[in-house]
Nanobody
Framework: QVQLVESGGGLVQAGGSLRLSCAAS????????MGWHRQAPGKQRELVAA???????NYADSVKGRFTISRDNAKNTVYLQMNSLKPEDTAVYYC????????????WGQGTQVTVSS
C-alpha cells in the first residue's frame, strides 16, 4: 500500500499563499485519482481537489479559482497550490488516492495543518 506524506502547511494571514506537497512512497503513475481533503475543527472531512492520471481536475466550489492541484508522476508527488487563503480554509489537509471506480482509500495519515488568520 502506497504511503503518503503531506507537508507544506503553516500559519499564514488571509490573502496569503501556501503550497502543499504529497509525497508518495512509490510510483503514482498507475494511481487513477489523487486528491486533497481537509477537515476543519468540528466539521466533516471534505474533498477539496482531485486530479486523475489523465490530468483532469475537480474542485470544491469553495476553492475554485483559488486552489490548483497538480500531479508530477516523475517525482511521485501531488501538489496543492493555495492562493488567496481565507480563514475558512483553516483545516488539516490530507492526501489520498482513489481508483477509477470505488471509494477513496479508507486510511488517513497525519495530514498537514493550514491555519489562516484574519
Amino acid at each position: 500500500q502506497v504511503q503518503l506524506v503531506e507537508s507544506g502547511g503553516g500559519l499564514v494571514q488571509a490573502g496569503g499563499s501556501l503550497r502543499l506537497s504529497c509525497a508518495a512512497s512509490e510510483s503514482i503513475f498507475r494511481i487513477n485519482t489523487m486528491g486533497w481533503h481537509r477537515q476543519a475543527p468540528g466539521k466533516q472531512r471534505e474533498l477539496v481537489a482531485a486530479i486523475t492520471s489523465g490530468g483532469s481536475t475537480n474542485y470544491a466550489d469553495s476553492v475554485k479559482g483559488r486552489f490548483t492541484i497538480s500531479r508530477d508522476n516523475a517525482k511521485n508527488t501531488v501538489y496543492l497550490q493555495m492562493n488567496s487563503l481565507k480563514p475558512e480554509d483553516t483545516a488539516v489537509y490530507y492526501c489520498n488516492t482513489k481508483p477509477q471506480v470505488g471509494f477513496w482509500r479508507d486510511s488517513w495519515g497525519q495530514g498537514t495543518q493550514v491555519t489562516v488568520s484574519s
